[in-house]
């Protein structure tokens, strides 16, 4: 018996045919919805390499962002954004120390990642900026579950 393949985005089963033809531009399987959705964002190829390697590792990120007052590539609404720009000349050893800077926005402390095209071209640095992205994400979702936590239960649940 075969397995159902289900949209990396949104979870729906898709056809087989559908399944191939998404692997085969996407890398990832992706309903027809979602196949329009990436398609009308507008984002470069690299940004969408990023994005749905992102999805793939669970990080539930969103493609084209706007908060009302600037745009994101890829965020973690409310907590990430990871902006990509144009070339620029790094070497690998200043990837991880130049990524990550901060910003104010709307009075929120934001994480602002910026990325250049020429550090997703290479696919060494590519996973480097897969990974730490990965990890900075998945400390901010674990940060925002367990403080959220103390507001699930009343105070008689406690004793």
């Not at 992102?54 to 907590?79: E, S």
Request: charged share 20%; aromatic share 8%; glycine share 8%.
């Amino acid at each position: 018996m075969k397995t159902i393949p289900h949209c990396l985005e949104c979870g729906i089963p898709v056809s087989w045919g559908v399944h191939l033809f998404s692997r085969r531009i996407y890398g990832h399987c992706l309903c027809i919805k979602d196949q329009c959705m990436i398609q009308e964002s507008g984002a470069t190829g690299q940004v969408v390499d990023l994005y749905l390697g992102l999805k793939a590792l669970g990080i539930p990120v969103v493609l084209r962002h706007y908060d009302g007052k600037q745009f994101a590539d890829i965020a973690l609404p409310d907590q990430l954004y990871v902006k990509v720009k144009g070339p620029c000349s790094q070497g690998r050893n200043q990837i991880t120390s130049d990524l990550f800077g901060n910003i104010e926005s709307g009075g929120r402390r934001l994480i602002t990642v910026l990325i250049s095209h020429s550090t997703l071209e290479n696919p060494v640095t590519f996973e480097l900026a897969l990974k730490e992205i990965a990890k900075i994400c998945r400390k901010l979702v674990k940060k925002k579950v367990v403080t959220g936590m103390k507001f699930s239960f009343s105070p008689t649940q406690w004793q």
